[in-house]
């Protein structure tokens, strides 16, 4: 099915430890996008990526880098786990405009223990 | 800056009951709106969207105006079911210097639960 898929769905880090979380669109969209969604806070936006080989930062990036590999892919690493960094991570994407809206992933599961 | 304030849930109904969730927003220009909804262990669908003023945005017996004239865009269903059950998102979004990145900003999110 055409969609977003993020992998992994689940992980356990320790603090310290490195990780990358994997996004995936095949929808032909421009534009991608990592959330954190924490409880009482809604989504805020990490990292975004409006277009193949461009990325800029969202409302909270310290502790984060992307790569926007080619159209389809958009990573998101951790580069030094941290307690903080617990939390639901959504990547979306979407056409550019702002009168469409987003097609998300399922979500992956990050504990930093 | 551009933000989203949701109504503080969670919100408890019993089936067949009116659902209002409340949505005001504030933003440098002229957004889109949107209403997501998240199911539980899912990720955020749309649920429905406004583009301009005075829109009504629906679906699934859900509908949202956009009122410019009170930044609000709150989100109503006549009569919901225990499928309803989920949390929902007021979303909105804007243009970035001529380019439209579609950046959106979201509220704290609203839990829905109904009861049969």
């Known amino acids: 099915n055409a969609g977003v898929t993020q992998t992994p769905k689940f992980q356990v880090l320790k603090t310290g430890q490195s990780m990358t979380l994997q996004c995936a669109q095949d929808m032909n969209h421009n534009s991608m996008y990592w959330y954190r969604q924490d409880p009482g806070m809604g989504l805020r936006l990490i990292y975004y990526?409006?277009?193949?080989?461009?990325?800029d930062k969202g409302e909270v990036p310290n502790g984060y880098n992307v790569s926007r590999l080619n159209k389809r892919e958009f990573s998101l690493r951790l580069e030094s786990a941290a307690p903080s960094q617990t939390s639901v991570y959504f990547c979306?994407?979407?056409?550019?405009?702002?009168?469409?809206?987003?097609?998300f992933g399922s979500g992956t599961r990050l504990t930093v223990v | 800056g551009n933000s989203v304030t949701q109504m503080e849930g969670p919100v408890t109904l019993s089936e067949e009951a009116f659902l209002t969730i409340n949505c005001t927003y504030t933003a440098t220009g002229y957004p889109s709106l949107f209403w997501y909804v998240q199911y539980p262990g899912e990720g955020l669908q749309l649920l429905l969207k406004a583009t301009k003023a005075d829109d009504k945005g629906s679906n699934k017996g859900f509908e949202a105006t956009y009122r410019k004239e009170t930044t609000s865009f709150h989100l109503e269903k006549g009569s919901v079911q225990v499928s309803d059950s989920a949390v929902y998102f007021c979303?909105?979004?804007?243009?970035?210097?001529?380019?439209?990145?579609?950046?959106?900003?979201f509220g704290q999110g609203t839990i829905l639960t109904v009861h049969p």
């Open positions: 979303a909105l979004s804007l243009t970035a210097g001529g380019t439209s990145y579609g950046k959106l900003t």
């Open positions: 979306a994407s979407g056409r550019v405009g702002s009168n469409y809206g987003y097609t």
């Open positions: 990526s409006a277009s193949e080989g461009t990325t």
